[in-house]
Nanobody
Framework: VQLQASGGGLVQAGGSLRLSCVAS????????LVWSRQGWYRQPPGKQR????????????TYADSVKDRFTISRDNGKNMVYLEMNSLKPEDTAVYYC?????????WGQGTQVTVSS
């Protein structure tokens, strides 16, 4: 199973982007996975990777304080998709964004998509 992230790009401050993440691979394998976590992380230049938003086993999403009320995570389990709607983007949101999913002891990462916000 692989995660493929897309939707990054260059946007001016105040703009919006929508990131998408799809799980691909064996359809049988995907249907047998029970995701305990599905979410998005980001790694700003020169900094460590940090959690942006995620769904955990309880179902309700959690957000980093820095993105609350601006970003919205959603998912379509029928399509094996997770989305991140990003509004009111700021230059400090510039980072490589990674989708992440956990099933049991297995952790999956997407390849990352660059988001650059110009001032």
């Amino acid at each position: 199973v692989q995660l493929q992230a897309s939707g990054g790009g260059l946007v001016q401050a105040g703009g919006s982007l929508r990131l998408s993440c799809v799980a691909s691979g064996s359809a049988f394998t995907i249907t047998t996975l029970v995701w305990s976590r599905q979410g998005w992380y980001r790694q700003p230049p020169g900094k460590q990777r940090e959690l942006v938003a995620e769904f955990s086993i309880g179902g309700r999403p959690t957000y980093a304080d820095s993105v609350k009320d601006r970003f919205t995570i959603s998912r379509d389990n029928g399509k094996n998709m997770v989305y991140l709607e990003m509004n009111s983007l700021k230059p400090e949101d510039t980072a490589v964004y990674y989708c992440n999913a956990v099933s049991g002891s297995r952790t999956f990462w997407g390849q990352g998509t660059q988001v650059t916000v110009s001032s």
